[in-house]
């Protein structure tokens, strides 16, 4: 199955500011999707990234706020801007995997903001 | 609209019993029912089921899925503390993005 690196485990933000998360896919793959999964909660999906064509958001998330960049087949970053408490949260990435093992999911990044 | 319910939405059993997690769902155009572990912060993957009534089979673990019922069932034989956990099932949507619609997931902690 595919192997994803996500950075930042973890971070403790000030409020205002933005984070930048990255991942990086051992595989070339088509789409990525990001998701938060707030305290307590099961996952919400943010938006699809497709390589070459703007982030598909879903409903309650725009652009402004969480811009998302896809240069390549392996690689996506999603940026969590203009940070508030209520954006505490476990961010993740995920893939659909091209074997038998579905959707792979990075190790995740736990955003703490103060 | 699509869903994915299940349950309980906690579980309390100790070690040595044996527990089954319920999944139910409602999905536009059905192609796969997925099961995840999540312990800390990245789910990971258990199974996924595609056809009624083959069950899949990882060590304790095992699932079967329902497709005349739209539902599927997680079952855990021998519990042990290391299957304190968050499990999740979840399916892909009818959309193009095959984006997956999760279940709010039960936790389950096993006492020693």
């Known amino acids: 199955s595919a192997v994803i690196s996500q950075k930042p485990s973890r971070d403790i933000c000030q409020r205002g500011t933005s984070l930048t998360i990255q991942c990086q896919v051992d595989?070339?793959?088509?789409?990525m999707f990001w998701y938060r999964q707030q305290p307590g909660q099961s996952l919400t999906l943010i938006a699809t990234a497709n390589q070459g064509s703007e982030a598909t958001y879903e409903s309650g998330f725009v652009i402004d706020k969480f811009p998302i960049s896809r240069p390549n087949l392996t690689f996506s970053t999603l940026t969590v801007s203009n940070m508030s408490p209520e954006d505490s949260s476990i961010y993740l990435c995920?893939?659909?995997?091209?074997?038998?093992?579905?959707?792979?999911f990075g190790s995740g990044t736990r955003l703490t903001v103060v | 609209e699509d869903k994915v319910v299940q349950s309980p939405l906690s579980l309390v059993v100790h070690e040595g019993d044996t527990v089954t997690l319920n999944c139910s769902y409602e999905?536009?155009?059905?192609?796969?029912l997925l099961w995840y572990k999540q312990e800390k912060k990245a789910p990971t993957f258990l199974f996924m089921l595609t056809s009624s009534g083959i069950e899949k089979k990882s060590g304790r673990l095992s699932s079967i899925l329902d497709k005349k019922e739209l539902f599927s069932i997680l079952n855990i034989t021998a519990t042990q503390t290391g299957d304190s956990a968050v499990y999740l099932c979840?399916?892909?949507?009818?959309?193009?993005?095959?984006?997956?619609?999760w279940g709010l997931g039960t936790s389950l902690a096993v006492n020693p």
């Open positions: 995920s893939v659909l995997d091209g074997t038998n093992y579905g959707y792979t």
């Open positions: 979840a399916a892909p949507g009818a959309g193009n993005n095959r984006k997956l619609i």
């Open positions: 999905v536009t155009n059905f192609r796969s």
């Open positions: 595989s070339q793959v088509t789409m």
